[in-house]
């Protein structure tokens, strides 16, 4: 290059030479020399610039031949004139449009006292236009503030809008509308605010599992109904080790022992089993061979006949030759339900089990070994203590999962806290929790009096017991973090998968078959991949409703002559036959068949006639 000399008033001690800063390496590699410009502050990314080495000092090209005076719009009046620095004896002063400080070179007009940073007056070459800002947007030196479009308060350089108040920092506004996230498969594509099309259901961002806001910035695939903060996008590709790691679970070897794995098609005896049990009575549970188990037993829940011991439930075929298509679902809960935890005996297990045939009465062997007095390590302050209810319709709500039951529960009498068996054990749980539905990291214990919001089903509880990932501030409940990982439906051979979002290349709305209504595509769901269709959880009969009644339950009344049978759906135009004005249509009641006469729970259980026996 041929040497260039410039005499520039901002550096009058030595001439200033046009260098190159830039040199290429023998591998085809360059070198860049480190380097910010006096005039505007900022690093010089050119090949060449004017520099004095021996001062160290250094102008752009550009800002070395800036006019000496220039008409601005924002001061028509008079000229301005550009000056090395400030013409104040404190060498600082506020520019007159974005109203950050300088020292630096600027324009200014003395009549008037009305000055311009550099940036401001006629860089014009570096604004921008963007498709969510109705005006130009211009640079900014680096100075801080809060960004309309990352939602942070940091220090960077800029691009601000000198007509309304809007102000980016330069690496958001530069930054791509398409963008590779390590977490997801598809690329994701920036917008300026979250879609129309996905603002039905309140969204949440995977990395941080913060809410997206309406109005920010946000990276996103459509199809998967995937959506990840501006920002988070920014730190998930500046430090992937920490937020986008390709393992799931950080364990091995012996460590793997002391994790809890969920899903399981049966979650609450393997708990049970594992957590509520002396070791000799696990072992005795799981081997059929063993002389040391009870042929029959007395209970206090059930006083009228002996407990005996069975090997081997009535199998599914059994019951499909004696019941029909309808009621097959039903028969089924009735058969394979444990009168204690109410969950399925299943006879896949192999586990004894105790029955009163007589009376329809079963429960596992785990249950029949339940200790009389449990404490719950999150609520150390009071034994728990076994109980039942003697009524056949009395119901409790369980505090942890919020389901009513007829479940035997344990209780803090001190505290009035009741528990259903299956939350008890899931409670009894003192390592870590591997749950497919969070692959990341392991879940522990938590219990809050604060207002959680579950990450599966969206609900929002006050006081509830469930897992947790505190750095990702993922929360599930006890109820579907105990979720079987597939079931059934009578009228579907195929099985439903519990699945997870995102869902991969699925652009349609999901509608649970049964309740007709959309279901938030954020939470967990069961889906059958053959036929696609896809149902609540809570909406399966054999995961909500037969999950937490035992049907089936026969008592008398004071105000009918025949013994009334629990049924989980009225007939249709059915009323109770106490209070007639309420209407029963398919839903739980007391029922006479051979009367067609049906009573509220609410009206049997005021009628109930307890059986000195029980």
Known sequence: ??????????????????????????????????????????????PAAYCCFRCDFFLHKRCAELPRQITHPMHSQHHLVLLGKPPYSSNSYICDACGQDWKFFNYYCSSCDFGLDVSCAILDQREIKLDCHDHPLRQQRPATFYCNACDMVDEDSSYLCTICPFWIHKKCALRSTTVKHKDHDHSLLLAYSLPSDYRKFQQ??????????????????????????FACVVISQEDEGQLSEDIEYPISGEQDQN?????????????????LLKEDEIGSSNDSGKSNIEEEIFMDTHRKHPLVLSEKVQNLDEIKSTTSDDDQEEAKALLLLCDRCIEPICSSDDHHYYACVECGYFVHLTCSNLPLELHIPKHP??????????????????????????????????????????????????????HDGHKKH????????????????????????????????????YDCALLPSTTTQRWDKHPLLLIYPPYFEHPEEFYCVLCETEINPNCWMYHCRECDYSLHPRCILQIGRFRRVKFGRSLNVNNHSHPLTLVPEAKYKSFCGSCSDRRLDWKPAFECESCRFYLCPDCAFEGELIDDEE
């Not at 809890?260 to 089993?273: D, F, G, H, R, T």
């Not at 579950?454 to 750095?471: K, N, Q, S, V, W």
């Open 1 to 46: 290059m041929e040497e260039k000399q410039l005499n520039h008033f901002s550096h009058e001690e030595h001439p200033l030479i046009l260098c190159e800063l830039q040199k290429e390496n023998d591998d085809g590699s360059i070198d860049q020399k480190s380097a910010v410009c006096y005039g505007c502050q900022e690093q010089i990314l050119d």
């Open 259 to 275: 994790v809890v794995k969920l899903p399981s098609s049966n979650a609450a005896q393997e708990l049970i089993a594992r957590f």
């Open 442 to 477: 392991l879940l522990t214990q938590f219990q809050s009096s604060d207002r959680i919001r579950c990450t599966a089903c969206g609900h929002i509880y006050r006081g509830g017991f469930g897992f947790a990932c505190e750095d990702c501030h993922f929360y599930v409940c």
């Open 381 to 434: 302050q009071h034994p728990f203590s076994l109980m039942y209810n003697q009524s056949k319709v009395g119901l409790f709500t369980c505090e942890a999962c919020h389901w009513q039951t007829t479940a035997n529960f344990y209780k803090c009498e001190p505290c009035e806290l009741s528990i259903c068996i299956k939350c008890a054990s899931a409670s009894m749980i003192t390592s870590s929790v591997m």
């Open 204 to 229: 949440q961002c995977p990395v941080c599992w913060k809410t997206v806001h309406l109005s920010r910035w946000v990276y996103y695939c459509g199809p998967c109904r995937y959506f990840v903060h």
